[in-house]
């Protein structure tokens, strides 16, 4: 089963966990730059085997007003 989740945005692992089947992460994107991101879940089998990234969000688009 899974033993390790982790959330990346841009490239960055913003939370992990293990033992756990659930994750969430609340996103700040007050001083985030305007433009492209993106965000990524990654799950891991025993001894942290790589299974296949879950792409949640190819792009997101921010706009400051």
Do not use: C, F
Not at 40 to 54: D, G
């Amino acid at each position: 089963g899974v033993t390790r989740i982790e959330v990346l945005i841009d490239n960055v692992v913003v939370v992990s966990n293990t033992r756990k089947t659930s994750i969430s992460y609340k996103w700040n994107t007050r001083n985030l730059a305007s433009g492209s991101h993106t965000i990524q879940v990654k799950a891991y089998e025993e001894n942290y085997i790589k299974l296949p990234i879950l792409r949640v969000a190819e792009e997101v688009l921010m706009h400051q007003s």
